[in-house]
């Protein structure tokens, strides 16, 4: 399972940016994430959705962040609005099914001025 995240870049305070993770599997079957890992800090988890399109968020994105997923085409995507500095951090991409996880090689975010 190959997992490429896409969509990172530099915003200003205040802005929006959408992140995609394209599958190369059909991911009808694993619940999918968003994790961020800022320096020196440990890599958390931002947000999930589940085979069933149940969705959690970190408490600091949540009423921020948005994550969906097209099962059709092998898509999730996060839409991050409101961005803070705090927000700076490689994005991760992960999939999970049974006891297996895949992780997408990140895509840097960059909120400042």
């Known amino acids: 399972v190959q997992l490429q995240a896409s969509g990172g870049g530099l915003v200003q305070p205040g802005g929006s940016l959408r992140l995609s993770c394209a599958a190369s599997?059909?991911?009808?079957?694993?619940?999918m994430h968003w994790y961020r890992q800022a320096p020196g800090k440990q890599r958390d988890m931002v947000a999930g959705?589940?085979?069933?399109?149940?969705?959690t968020y970190a408490d600091s994105v949540k009423g921020r962040f948005t994550i969906s997923r097209d099962n059709a085409k092998r898509m999730v995507t996060l839409q991050m609005n409101s961005l803070k500095p705090e927000d700076t951090a490689v994005y991760y991409c992960h999939g999970q099914r049974y006891q297996y996880n895949y992780w997408g090689q990140g895509t840097l975010v960059t909120v400042s001025s």
């Open positions: 959705v589940s085979t069933g399109g149940s969705t």
């Open positions: 599997v059909n991911i009808g079957t694993y619940a």
